[in-house]
């Protein structure tokens, strides 16, 4: 979990350099395309082709919509926001599932974790402070994202019963490459030679990543490799202060606390509830 959350934040980090340069549509079909080279890796090691086989059509291209509006709306954050703060507003992904769980799965929520999620909601408001400030109201496209990411978890939690993983991931991937394909008509830039590499590097970052993930919760129970994924706003504080110099505020490093410590006691309260 922590090397995968490490090359997340390291394509998040390739990402926003490239997002002051490129279209958004055309950052996800250049990075998706060097993506299949570790899903070919995963399919490989998978058993073949035969683990691409979809069994519910109609919710892969779910999926897809959801993560083609996540990816669309969380590079455009990158574009305005330092790469701490738009990763630490993402943070509220299992606070949105929280909420999602209990009104699509039937999940019963009780009063405890009803109480974090508003708590973890008071620290995404201490990060974004709403201000009239363009660079603060840019936090709704991480925020936004993150909702859309807990919409995808849900239903990949519906899914990974008689889904393969890999399926998932390429057909996701697949659709991803298609709506950014879809954007060349709308001005896509002359890509500069030198950051052909850039895209290859992020492409193969984000798959490597998501092979990491598919290991970490194929050895382990969720419960005990979920808290280290907050691992990944050390690697953003880290990266964002040595590439663009951003350190962040205090209210900042307050926020990210205060969500941090909300999804962490939801998962406490998950983890007691599912052990009786």
């Known amino acids: 979990m922590v090397i995968g959350g490490a090359l997340l934040t390291s394509n998040d980090a390739v990402l926003k350099w490239l997002a002051g340069d490129y279209p958004v549509g055309q950052i996800m079909f250049l990075r998706g395309i060097f993506m299949f080279m570790p899903i070919a890796f995963l399919v490989w090691r998978a058993g073949g082709l035969a683990a691409l086989r979809p069994v519910n059509r109609k ?4 999926r897809a919509i959801l993560v083609i509006t ?55 408001l201490v990060i974004v402070r709403p201000t009239g400030e363009a660079a603060q109201w840019a936090a709704i ?9 807990a919409f ?35 001005g896509w830039q002359p890509v500069a030679v030198a950051d052909i590499w850039l895209f290859a590097l992020g492409g193969t970052l984000i ?3 998501h092979f990491f993930l598919i290991e970490c919760y194929r050895l382990a129970e969720a419960a005990l490799v979920a808290p280290f994924k907050y691992s990944t706003v050390i690697w953003a504080a ?7 110099g951003d350190v962040p505020d205090a209210g900042t490093i307050t926020g990210v606390t205060i969500v941090v410590a909300s999804g962490l006691y939801i998962l406490r309260r998950e983890t007691r509830r599912s052990g009786g």
């Not at 943070?91 to 974790?113: D, H, K, N, Q, Y």
């Not at 496209?141 to 990411?149: C, D, H, N, R, V």
């Not at 008689?162 to 996701?172: C, D, G, H, M, N």
């Not at 880290?238 to 663009?244: K, R």
């Open 59 to 62: 919710a892969h291209v779910a």
């Open 70 to 124: 996540g990816s669309f709306l969380f590079i455009t954050g990158l574009r305005y926001l330092p790469l701490a703060e738009a990763i630490s507003v993402a943070f509220a992904g299992p606070l949105f599932i929280t909420v999602l769980a209990s009104l699509m799965l039937g999940e019963t929520v009780g009063w405890r974790r009803w109480s974090a999620v508003l708590v973890g909601f008071v620290g995404v």
């Open 141 to 149: 496209f991480p925020l936004a994202a993150s909702f859309t990411g």
């Open 152 to 186: 995808r978890d849900i239903l990949t939690r519906l899914l990974s019963a008689r889904e393969t993983s890999v399926a998932l991931l390429f057909y996701t991937s697949t659709g991803v490459v298609l709506a950014g394909l879809s954007s060349a008509p709308f």
């Open 207 to 209: 798959g490597g990543a």
């Open 238 to 244: 880290l990266l964002g202060y040595l590439i663009w």
